[in-house]
């Protein structure tokens, strides 16, 4: 219902207060607010409650902070927000990747983020080289590099993504190539052994091909960013192009696929 209002996936943040499922929701605008408010107010939703609270521009962001903590994103990794890093400690076997985000790039554990990571990590070893469109945080690019990758670049098309990416890499003491871009006007010589595109469904159908073409022969391609609802259309898009499809992972609302590119 939020994103039917016009909010995005990136302002809202998923939460567990008290025990409880919270999606977490900051606006400037009272007025967009006290709609959001009133709707669900008139839906009477069984279990669901709303609160409201203004705060000072410095107090949302620790509010925020505060109730993130460190979680599993994968069988092998954790994601850590940095300020808790001196408390954390490591659980037997696991390995961790250290977050400092604003609220707008999210803490790298949406559901489509989850999905793909668990892509990755299930491919330790078949890959040398690793492009992350659309890289955000950078986080999947870390997960490449936790995973065997030797040679990883990072594009987004937003300053501050790239910005927010290079500093989670400085935090963790990895080293990837970041780089500002648009897929649609992207172009590189070199190809990549596996290429992982969180984008929005509508921009994988039309860039499809071009994603595939940075992908190399015999290579893995995973997408996310797409719906449920959406999946079926993305199948149906996809079915031309040269790809055999390895997995389809499904989640409580988003979905992601994992395809090799067929040999020519």
């Not at 790298?108 to 890959?127: D, P, V, Y």
């Not at 910005?163 to 990549?192: E, T, W």
């Not at 992908?215 to 609802?229: K, R």
Request: aromatic letters at 8%; one cysteine or more.
């Amino acid at each position: 219902m939020l994103l039917n209002l016009g909010y995005k996936d990136a302002d809202l943040i998923d939460s567990v207060f008290k025990s409880k499922p919270s999606v977490e929701l900051f606006d400037e605008s009272l007025a967009k607010l006290t709609k959001v408010n009133k709707l669900f107010s008139r839906l009477k939703l069984a279990g669901v409650k709303i609160t409201q609270r203004r705060l000072a521009p410095k107090d949302w962001l620790t509010l925020w902070k505060r109730q993130w903590k460190p979680a599993a994103l994968t069988k092998k990794l954790d994601v850590v927000p940095v300020w808790c890093k001196d408390k954390y400690k490591p659980r037997h076997g696991r390995d961790y990747i250290l977050m400092d985000t604003l609220l707008s790039f999210g803490t790298g554990l949406h559901e489509t983020t989850q999905i793909m990571a668990q892509f990755i990590e299930a491919n330790e070893g078949r890959f040398k080289s690793f492009l992350d469109i659309g890289t955000g945080t950078g986080i999947l690019a870390m997960v490449a590099l936790k995973n065997g990758a030797e040679h990883v670049v990072g594009i987004d098309i937003g300053a501050l993504s790239v910005q927010a990416a290079y500093d989670n890499m400085k935090a963790n003491d990895l080293n990837f190539k970041v780089q500002r871009a648009d897929i649609q006007k992207y172009s590189s010589a070199k190809k990549y052994d596996f290429v992982a595109a969180n984008l929005v469904t509508d921009d994988l159908i039309t860039h499809g091909r071009k994603i595939l073409s940075l992908v190399t022969e015999g290579g893995l391609l995973a997408v996310s960013g797409i719906s449920l609802a959406n999946l079926s259309r993305l199948r149906k898009a996809f079915a031309s192009l040269p790809l055999k499809c390895l997995k389809v992972s499904k989640g409580k609302e988003w979905s992601g696929l994992l395809y090799q590119k067929k040999m020519l």
